[in-house]
């Protein structure tokens, strides 16, 4: 054995132990870099999420009278409403010739 140490060649030129911590530096590094472009990046989703919020909110308040009553009739929250309502989508969509929905 010429390098002297139990473990054979490490790779780092000096003893044994020195390729084992020089590894295990370069292992912690990357893993602090990953958790740190990780962070960076949902901090960027979170800020991104945050903008389009405030858009839709700005853009949509007008009309929050109007999506409140079609939730209501989409969940069925009044369903003799919700049922009148499909009937006529339903009877529309029969009378309406097939030629101009194209």
């Not at 390729?19 to 800020?47: K, N, P, R, Y």
């Not at 009309?63 to 069925?76: F, T």
């Amino acid at each position: 054995m010429a390098s002297g140490g139990v473990g054979g060649n490490t790779g780092a030129g000096a003893g044994p132990g020195m390729g084992l911590s020089l590894g295990l530096g370069v292992g912690l590094s990357l893993g602090m870099s990953e958790a740190t472009s990780e962070a960076e990046e949902e901090a960027a989703t979170a800020e991104a999420v945050g903008r389009l919020a405030t858009t839709l909110w700005l853009r949509l308040r007008g009309w929050e009278a109007v999506l409140a009553a079609a939730q209501r009739l989409l969940v069925w929250e009044k369903p003799l409403h919700s049922l009148v309502t499909a009937a006529a989508l339903n009877g529309l969509f029969c009378i309406v010739p097939r030629g101009a929905a194209l």
